[in-house]
């Protein structure tokens, strides 16, 4: 008898055939017979809709825990919590298509020609080439890790350079003027009836327009983050890579932080040194009591575009298009292009990040010249 199989009584309650999911042929003892999932369990079903016993298929179960142990060990490889959890959504994406289209889910049996799949149905999204090739650079570099841990023989799914979307002219982001800019924080203070959600929109906003910070930036802010140095109150900032940056606030986005702290702790809900800057103010699960989490990033995209259309502003703006509202406005009021590089987190005025290294810099920071 398989050692995996498991006989039950004549007596013992078995579900029908018919009211079970999709069945698949299995060999027990040298008989094809079939067998289906059903609260876990792999139920097993000889003629006349009879149930043979349960097969517990133990080598399976084995084979996804160590899956999950191994996937767990790659996101934990990065130092960054940003990166951590751009890997992990991109790679839960990838695997959702897989599922969507029955492809196989095991790392073992991924060829390259499912990355071209995946690939193309990206591209049928209309996703930005440049963000096509970060989602596929993400599964690359999870089967790299794959074959270094010897887990793969060899990854089979990499792509040249030539099969990867070539540059196209990209939809330029679109940037707020500072009349707009002036505008939604001018509603996001005022126009809210709930005294919880208007001073938790309006900090938001504040922030972004303030500092220049991504979306990811935000969201990983804690409460131990806003603090004062040397005199000056900033923000302290988890940028890509792990580096941090400490941000003055401007007297605007400091008061509204103010409030919205002061209005938590009202509401017996005081964000502690670790907790979540921005937390939930409800949710639509009545029984969802504990809102002491990360906000959603829909629901970040959902606040910038309520107070865009209460502005009667027509043009796509997302998070981004605030960072670039900020870079443009700090530009336009003079700031020193490397200064605005620091603030923003840039390598370089060209591409990624630097950030303030000394407590002494912070009284020359871009962000003083503000008006938002």
């Given at each position: 008898?398989?050692?995996?199989?498991?006989?039950?009584?004549?007596?013992?309650?078995?579900?029908?055939?018919?009211?079970?999911?999709?069945?698949?042929?299995?060999?027990?003892?040298?008989?094809?017979?079939?067998?289906?999932?059903?609260?876990?369990?792999?139920?097993?079903?000889?003629?006349?809709?009879?149930?043979?016993?349960?097969?517990?298929?133990?080598?399976?179960?084995?084979?996804?825990?160590?899956?999950?142990?191994?996937?767990?060990?790659?996101?934990?490889?990065?130092?960054?919590?940003?990166?951590?959890?751009?890997?992990?959504?991109?790679?839960?994406?990838?695997?959702?298509?897989?599922?969507?289209?029955?492809?196989?889910?095991?790392?073992?049996?991924?060829?390259?020609?499912?990355?071209?799949?995946?690939?193309?149905?990206?591209?049928?999204?209309?996703?930005?080439?440049?963000?096509?090739?970060?989602?596929?650079?993400?599964?690359?570099?999870?089967?790299?890790?794959?074959?270094?841990?010897?887990?793969?023989?060899?990854?089979?799914?990499?792509?040249?350079?030539?099969?990867?979307?070539?540059?196209?002219?990209?939809?330029?982001?679109?940037?707020?003027?500072?009349?707009?800019?002036?505008?939604?924080?001018?509603?996001?203070?005022?126009?809210?009836?709930?005294?919880?959600?208007?001073?938790?929109?309006?900090?938001?906003?504040?922030?972004?327009?303030?500092?220049?910070?991504?979306?990811?930036?935000?969201?990983?802010?804690?409460?131990?983050?806003?603090?004062?140095?040397?005199?000056?109150?900033?923000?302290?900032?988890?940028?890509?890579?792990?580096?941090?940056?400490?941000?003055?606030?401007?007297?605007?986005?400091?008061?509204?932080?103010?409030?919205?702290?002061?209005?938590?702790?009202?509401?017996?809900?005081?964000?502690?040194?670790?907790?979540?800057?921005?937390?939930?103010?409800?949710?639509d699960d009545k029984n969802d009591s504990d809102l002491k989490r990360e906000c959603s990033r829909?629901?970040?995209?959902?606040?910038?575009?309520?107070?865009?259309?209460?502005?009667?502003?027509?043009?796509?703006?997302?998070?981004?298009?605030?960072?670039?509202?900020?870079?443009?406005?700090?530009?336009?009021?003079?700031?020193?292009?490397?200064?605005?590089?620091?603030?923003?987190?840039?390598?370089?005025?060209?591409?990624?990040?630097?950030?303030?290294?000394?407590?002494?810099?912070?009284?020359?920071?871009?962000?003083?010249?503000?008006?938002?």
């Open positions: 008898m398989d050692k995996n199989f498991r006989p039950i009584s004549q007596n013992h309650p078995s579900p029908k055939i018919s009211s079970l999911p999709a069945m698949e042929s299995v060999f027990i003892d040298g008989i094809e017979l079939l067998r289906s999932t059903l609260d876990g369990q792999l139920w097993v079903f000889g003629e006349k809709e009879l149930a043979l016993g349960i097969s517990d298929d133990r080598e399976k179960q084995q084979e996804q825990r160590e899956r999950a142990s191994t996937l767990l060990e790659f996101l934990l490889s990065s130092n960054c919590e940003v990166t951590r959890k751009n890997y992990q959504v991109e790679l839960k994406n990838f695997l959702d298509f897989l599922s969507e289209f029955n492809l196989p889910l095991e790392e073992k049996k991924w060829e390259k020609l499912h990355l071209i799949a995946y690939r193309d149905h990206l591209k049928n999204l209309n996703y930005a080439f440049k963000s096509i090739r970060k989602k596929i650079s993400v599964v690359n570099s999870y089967l790299n890790y794959l074959e270094d841990r010897g887990i793969i023989f060899k990854n089979r799914c990499t792509l040249k350079k030539r099969e990867l979307p070539r540059d196209q002219l990209v939809r330029p982001t679109n940037a707020l003027t500072d009349e707009e800019a002036f505008a939604i924080l001018d509603l996001a203070a005022t126009h809210h009836p709930n005294e919880q959600l208007r001073a938790f929109h309006y900090a938001i906003l504040s922030l972004f327009l303030s500092t220049g910070m991504r979306k990811s930036e935000l969201l990983s802010l804690r409460g131990g983050d806003y603090g004062e140095v040397d005199g000056i109150f900033c923000i302290k900032i988890l940028g890509k890579g792990g580096k941090i940056r400490e941000v003055p606030l401007t007297e605007r986005s400091k008061q509204a932080l103010d409030d919205y702290l002061e209005m938590m702790k009202k509401y017996e809900r005081k964000v502690e040194c670790g907790d979540p800057l921005f937390q939930p103010q409800m949710s829909v629901l970040i995209d959902r606040i910038i575009q309520r107070y865009c259309t209460l502005a009667g502003i027509k043009k796509r703006i997302s998070p981004h298009s605030l960072r670039a509202t900020t870079i443009t406005h700090l530009r336009e009021q003079g700031a020193d292009i490397y200064a605005i590089a620091e603030m923003a987190g840039h390598a370089s005025p060209e591409t990624t990040k630097r950030y303030i290294k000394r407590a002494d810099l912070l009284s020359k920071s871009a962000a003083f010249k503000s008006r938002f």
